[in-house]
């Protein structure tokens, strides 16, 4: 007895190795957050004297402020069809006035009337417009080529919203870029530039490359609207029916990178040149994310794929979304690392692109793409059906080398330790179980409390809400299981490491159904299997599973890039969706959308490390420490601490409302009756009830 004793003694894990792994956690979180909100160096107007050919921040940073200084460009307003009408006009004339010779700079103001249809989900509706407005620049390509790549951003806004990042910033991008591309010499503008867009047509004019294919700008003055004219550029403009490609420039945020949400639909040659790009940043996993109508959100670059037939890529940035369609959306609060980031890698494609080869032959395959960016370092992509056969093979390797690892415990004859390999299986399931359903009652317990949505402004209680206990739900069944089995005639040593086995072995199952559905973000699964099937391999290749130790330090250290990349997907999830939630309706409880989503990445992330419970000399002092953790989120949450919204302008959270002044008419054989008055749209779960107090005509009277 004794000497089983000190056996566990040997391998188990103490208090102060368990404190040493959270830091190590802490470490790898801060590390994730301190690469995912790292932006380039802006460039300055001092910087262009000797680098002349680079994009400058400074530049569009003034122009955008030129921009959005006199408010709301809501369409048909002054300030959007004269006032912003007439800024990119005079813009791009200067930039014509100064292009390289070589370079030959069209400009053209397009008024269209029209109508069509959006297929939105349940129910589709017809959209009719009547004189919208959109500026357009044409930079011709060196050998007259008939091709045609649009890149579009627009310039309205909704009301109250000054629009610096929806969608001001990309409009001063194009004006850049077009300058680089045309101006080779490009003089001085006394800082009169306008948004992105601007300053990347300025880029261009300035390059001395060729193009291979004519380069269309347009700056559109109705997407607010929504999407009019896009359509009425796409489907009735003189240059519209050569496009072959689109490069679409949009925002749901303000600042941070602009990340490629949307890509295709198919081409997969089109991601061989945006990889290139200086900051690659995009996930596959967005794209099915949009396009699965999760996100109440859409962009022209429906209008162009449905309308117009073009392929290409959609951009937004996305990052802080309470500013977005507010009037907290200004032009001082977009870091100018953000237009830096956006304004190379749109100069940097639009060099690029302009002379693939694809673009004038039209390849008809239609092949999808599978592409994630590495902590916004290096983007890595390659065919879908490449990564089908990838997950397989590593579907195939994991099994393979469970196998040998439960040959090398000697598992393979006792039919106890089958029956215990296939109940660990159902433990570990029935833990993950227990910890959905503790979200779905916290969430539930918190919005019937009338606590929905504490979070909101302060997302850090999301970990501590749902976070923590889905972790505690998670290791209670292991726990308990492991106490059953604490005098089985193997160590805890080997129970562990047989449990991380069946981890990823529930995971390679998963995989291989993601796999067969077609989704391509199975990426995100293959990826921890794929490093723990090779570390697995190590251990037992090198007899480290013998070992004390040996085997633990190679776990963890073939498990950093997966938990690295797990995080670093799980802070995109929630910087995307924790934002949208305070504009999805009063109809839908945010606490289980949120709770649930988070719990399943965390549920991802925790369980390739669950195993190392059973190696803990007192593992209920983690359930102690977590349930502690829970009960002080809770506190926060039912104090004035928790109270979701602010109107800070340094960093907002508000609470969104939709108001419209409204006349209605009844009839029944006649006027039967006529009213007036205010038509509000709830937009998030505490309204209408966080404003009743307030608002005397809510009141029941």
């Not at 301190?34 to 004297?49: F, K, S």
């Not at 602009?258 to 081409?267: M, N, V």
């Not at 005639?489 to 291989?512: A, P």
């Amino acid at each position: 007895m004794t000497s089983d004793m000190q056996i566990h003694k040997a391998f188990s894990i103490s208090l102060l190795q368990t404190a040493a792994f959270f830091v190590y956690a802490a470490i790898i979180i801060g590390v994730v957050i301190i690469l995912d909100n790292r932006l380039p160096a802006p460039v300055t107007l001092d910087n262009e004297v000797k680098n002349p050919e680079l994009f400058v921040a400074e530049r569009a940073h003034k122009n955008l402020q030129k921009l959005t200084e006199n408010g709301s460009r809501v369409v048909g307003s002054y300030e959007n069809e004269i006032g912003a009408v007439n800024f990119l006009y005079n813009e791009l004339v200067q930039i014509r006035e100064l292009a390289d010779i070589h370079k030959n700079l069209d400009i053209d103001i397009q008024t269209v009337s029209g109508s069509y249809y959006l297929d939105f989900k349940p129910f589709g509706a017809y959209n009719v417009y009547s004189n919208v407005q959109n500026v357009i620049a044409k930079i011709h390509a060196s050998n007259f080529s008939k091709h045609n790549i649009l890149i579009n951003a627009h310039f309205d806004s909704v009301p109250t919203s000054p629009g610096g990042s929806d969608d001001g910033i990309m409009c001063v991008v194009m004006l850049e870029v077009i300058r680089k591309i045309c101006q080779w010499n490009g003089g001085s503008d006394d800082g009169i530039m306008c948004v992105v867009m601007l300053e990347v047509i300025r880029k261009i004019c300035q390059w001395n490359g060729t193009l291979k294919y004519n380069l269309i700008f347009l700056f559109n003055g109705a997407e607010e609207s929504p999407l009019q004219a896009s359509h009425g550029f796409i489907t009735q403009h003189k240059w519209a029916k050569d496009v072959k490609a689109v490069i679409n420039l949009e925002a749901a945020g303000s600042g941070g990178k602009a990340i490629l949400f949307q890509s295709g639909p198919g081409h997969a040659w089109l991601l061989n040149y945006y990889s290139k790009v200086p900051h690659p940043y995009g996930q596959v996993a967005g794209e099915e994310i949009f396009q699965s109508n999760l996100v109440p959100s859409d962009t022209d670059f429906r209008i162009f794929r449905d309308y117009g037939g073009a392929v290409g890529f959609d951009f937004a940035f996305f990052k802080n979304g309470y500013r977005y369609h507010t009037k907290f959306d200004t032009f001082e609060d977009i870091p100018m690392g953000s237009y830096q980031h956006i304004g190379d890698n749109i100069l940097e494609l639009l060099k690029s692109i302009g002379s693939a080869p694809e673009i004038q032959y039209n390849d008809p395959t239609y092949s999808k793409a599978v592409y994630f960016d590495v902590l916004g370092l290096f983007m890595i992509h390659y065919q879908q059906y490449i990564g089908t056969i990838v997950n397989l093979l590593f579907v195939l390797f994991s099994g393979l080398v469970a196998y040998k690892s439960f040959r090398d415990f000697n598992l393979g004859r006792n039919w106890k330790t089958k029956i215990y390999l296939i109940v660990t299986a159902i433990v570990l399931l029935v833990g993950w179980v227990c910890a959905i359903a503790g979200v779905l009652s916290i969430g539930f317990l918190l919005d019937i409390c009338n606590f929905s949505m504490s979070w909101y402004g302060s997302p850090y209680l999301i970990l501590g809400l749902y976070g923590v206990p889905t972790v505690m739900f998670s290791c209670l069944p292991l726990i308990a299981w492991n106490y059953y089995n604490s005098r089985l005639h193997f160590s805890t040593r080997v129970q562990s490491q047989l449990q991380s086995s069946i981890v990823r072995l529930i995971w390679t199952v998963i995989l291989l159904v993601l796999t067969c559905l077609g989704m391509r973000s199975a990426y995100a699964l293959m990826i921890p299997v794929a490093f723990n099937t090779v570390g697995s391999l190590f251990v037992h290749l090198t007899r480290l599973h013998h070992s004390a130790n040996g085997w633990k330090i190679t776990y963890i250290l073939v498990n950093i890039f997966p938990s690295i990349m797990l995080i670093y997907q799980t802070i995109t999830v929630l910087s995307l969706f924790i934002p949208i939630t305070g504009r999805i309706g009063n109809d839908k409880n945010a606490d289980i959308i949120v709770g649930v989503m988070f719990a399943s990445l965390i549920i991802i992330i925790s369980s390739f490390y669950i195993h190392f419970v059973t190696l803990m000399k007192r593992p209920l002092w983690l359930i102690y420490v977590f349930f502690a953790t829970f009960l002080i989120h809770v506190a926060i949450v039912v104090s004035p601490l928790g109270f979701p919204y602010t109107g800070n302008p340094v960093s907002p959270a508000p609470q969104r409302f939709m108001i419209y002044h409204t006349s209605r008419t009844f009839e029944q054989e006649g006027v039967v009756k006529q009213d007036s008055g205010y038509f509000v749209v709830n937009l998030d779960r505490r309204s209408p009830k966080s404003v009743i107090p307030y608002v005397r005509q809510f009141r029941k009277e």
